[in-house]
């Protein structure tokens, strides 16, 4: 039994795991639909076609497959990784596809050892393993990785990482450290600028755990930051000098909030008006350029909410259902549905949330102070897709997080159960003891 209990505590047999199921899923795809030809958007969308301009020669630009410019639609790390793919495997090949999709892989089965790491020190050995063993098989995990050449698990893995060494270093006074989270970060953010949203809460949580036991925190907080603005420095600079102070970190938010609130909208964004689907927005982008169409869209989409905020409210309700359940609809219309396989994945879905809330319950009961970077992950990162359109994909950043809260609730029930059986036998056994 020691044996066992080593086998599946291992990080490494975890991430073997987790590795070998996504190659397998891969694997069947392949048999199943066979990847044919070499057509732009035949994957990768719009980082695809960033990542073919840079491997031409182009630079970073022309996200719609057509010349159109210099483009902040992307933040810049995947769209390099997969220039550098196609550089050397081919632009749009059957090699560069298999050669991504494979890497995705490797980043989604790494993600297993920062959740390890992250459950261990907030946790213990129990709740980081079964978070761990729930990654490896999480339908999204697998999924998402094999089918979406996108940066979800790289953003996974970066952020998972970037959380833990929040609580890492808290201890810690050498610079290199505090430099080394800035970094990572920074890194976080250009793989993802909506990781964005969760720095300021977690890098003030860590300062004011030092600042609380009495440690300096000023020096190393300031270092962090000025590590972080260093990382995502040149990029904000590029677009600053480019689009002449008007985008930041991306370009494309005003596309993304007016294709979840214009008139017609169903219940949670219209995916048919998307340049890529919609041949009339495809050449309004090109006619009038990428940052004067982005902000046609914004205008567009604030109008809309200002006038309709009814329907924007029922938008948004319906996007944060789809957030944690997967779907936009009512549990008892799908249910009704009487599909087995659609079933299945409506129990999964509700299941892993609400043990995440029980996870976040315990945690928060246990210790409220460290519990609050995992409360700022669920609670502030899913805001703007509630604002804009949302996807499952969308949420799989932290879905770490959420695996791991998951285990927690199931170790601390199991901890509860077993207290409960063990306290019952001993009272049964006090009980059958003859009174002397």
Same mark, same amino acid.
Request: hydrophobic letters at 50%.
């Given at each position: 039994?020691?044996?066992?209990?080593?086998?599946?505590?291992?990080?490494?047999? &975890?991430?073997?795991?987790? !590795?070998?199921?996504?190659?397998?899923?891969?694997?069947?795809?392949? @048999?199943?639909? #066979?990847?044919?030809?070499?057509? @732009?958007? !035949?994957?990768?969308?719009? $980082?695809?076609?960033?990542?073919?301009?840079?491997?031409?020669?182009?630079?970073?630009?022309?996200?719609?497959?057509?010349?159109? %410019?210099?483009?902040?639609?992307?933040?810049?790390?995947?769209?390099?990784?997969?220039?550098?793919?196609?550089?050397?495997?081919?632009?749009?090949?059957?090699?560069?596809?298999?050669? &991504? =999709?494979?890497?995705? &892989?490797?980043?989604?089965?790494? $993600?297993?050892? #920062?959740?390890?790491?992250? %459950?261990?020190?907030?946790?213990?050995?129990?709740?980081?393993?079964?978070?761990?063993?729930?990654?490896?098989?999480?339908?999204?995990?697998?999924?998402?990785?094999?089918?979406?050449?996108?940066?979800?698990?790289?953003?996974? !893995?970066?952020?998972?990482?970037?959380?833990?060494?929040?609580?890492? +270093?808290?201890?810690?006074?050498?610079?290199?450290?505090?430099?080394?989270?800035?970094?990572?970060?920074?890194?976080?953010?250009?793989?993802?600028?909506? +990781?964005?949203?969760?720095?300021?809460?977690?890098?003030?949580?860590?300062? *004011?755990?030092?600042?609380?036991?009495?440690?300096?925190?000023?020096?190393?907080?300031?270092?962090?930051?000025?590590?972080?603005?260093? $990382?995502?420095? #040149?990029?904000?600079?590029?677009?600053?000098?480019?689009?002449? %102070?008007?985008?930041?970190?991306?370009?494309?938010?005003?596309? /993304?909030?007016?294709?979840?609130?214009?008139? /017609?909208?169903?219940? $949670?964004?219209?995916?048919?008006? @998307?340049?890529?689907?919609?041949?009339?927005? *495809?050449?309004?982008?090109?006619?009038?350029?990428?940052?004067?169409?982005?902000?046609?869209?914004?205008?567009?989409?604030?109008?809309?909410?200002?006038? @309709?905020?009814?329907?924007?409210?029922?938008?948004?309700?319906?996007?944060?259902?789809?957030?944690?359940?997967?779907?936009?609809?009512?549990?008892?219309?799908?249910?009704?549905?009487?599909?087995?396989?659609?079933?299945?994945?409506?129990?999964?879905? *509700?299941?892993?949330?609400?043990?995440?809330?029980?996870?976040?319950?315990?945690?928060?009961?246990?210790?409220?102070?460290?519990?609050?970077?995992?409360?700022?992950?669920?609670?502030?990162?899913?805001?703007?897709?509630?604002?804009?359109?949302?996807?499952?994909? *969308?949420?799989?950043?932290?879905?770490?997080?959420?695996?791991?809260?998951?285990?927690?609730?199931?170790?601390?029930?199991?901890?509860?159960?077993?207290?409960?059986?063990?306290? %019952?036998?001993?009272?049964?056994?006090?009980?059958?003891?003859?009174? =002397?």
């Amino acid at each position: 039994m020691k044996r066992v209990g080593s086998f599946l505590k291992s990080g490494a047999i &975890i991430f073997t795991v987790a !590795l070998l199921a996504r190659l397998f899923y891969l694997l069947f795809l392949l @048999h199943s639909a #066979p990847t044919h030809g070499s057509q @732009h958007f !035949l994957y990768g969308g719009e $980082t695809g076609s960033i990542a073919a301009s840079i491997a031409s020669g182009h630079g970073f630009s022309s996200p719609l497959s057509a010349p159109s %410019g210099p483009t902040a639609w992307m933040t810049p790390v995947f769209p390099y990784i997969l220039a550098a793919i196609f550089k050397i495997f081919g632009i749009f090949t059957l090699r560069s596809n298999l050669v &991504i =999709r494979c890497l995705d &892989i490797l980043f989604s089965a790494l $993600t297993s050892f #920062p959740i390890l790491f992250l %459950g261990r020190k907030l946790f213990g050995e129990t709740a980081a393993v079964v978070g761990g063993w729930i990654w490896a098989f999480a339908p999204a995990a697998i999924y998402f990785p094999v089918v979406w050449v996108w940066d979800m698990s790289l953003s996974a !893995l970066a952020l998972t990482a970037a959380l833990w060494l929040c609580y890492k +270093i808290e201890n810690r006074d050498d610079l290199k450290s505090w430099s080394l989270l800035g970094f990572v970060w920074g890194f976080a953010v250009l793989v993802n600028a909506a +990781i964005l949203s969760l720095f300021p809460g977690s890098l003030a949580f860590v300062l *004011y755990s030092r600042r609380s036991r009495g440690s300096a925190w000023l020096k190393p907080g300031g270092l962090a930051l000025l590590a972080f603005a260093i $990382t995502i420095a #040149p990029w904000i600079i590029r677009n600053e000098i480019l689009f002449h %102070g008007q985008v930041v970190l991306r370009s494309n938010f005003g596309l /993304e909030l007016w294709l979840g609130n214009n008139p /017609e909208v169903p219940d $949670t964004w219209t995916w048919w008006l @998307h340049p890529t689907g919609s041949r009339k927005e *495809y050449q309004e982008f090109f006619r009038v350029g990428e940052v004067a169409y982005m902000q046609e869209k914004t205008t567009a989409a604030i109008q809309f909410i200002k006038s @309709h905020p009814t329907e924007v409210l029922r938008f948004q309700a319906h996007r944060f259902l789809e957030t944690w359940t997967g779907n936009s609809d009512a549990f008892t219309d799908i249910w009704n549905t009487k599909d087995l396989a659609l079933r299945a994945e409506l129990l999964a879905n *509700y299941s892993l949330t609400l043990l995440m809330l029980l996870g976040l319950l315990f945690a928060y009961r246990a210790s409220p102070l460290n519990s609050l970077p995992l409360l700022n992950a669920v609670v502030i990162f899913p805001i703007p897709y509630y604002l804009c359109h949302t996807n499952p994909r *969308y949420r799989h950043p932290i879905d770490p997080v959420i695996v791991l809260l998951a285990g927690y609730a199931c170790a601390q029930i199991v901890r509860i159960v077993r207290s409960r059986i063990e306290s %019952g036998n001993i009272t049964q056994h006090a009980k059958a003891q003859p009174v =002397r």
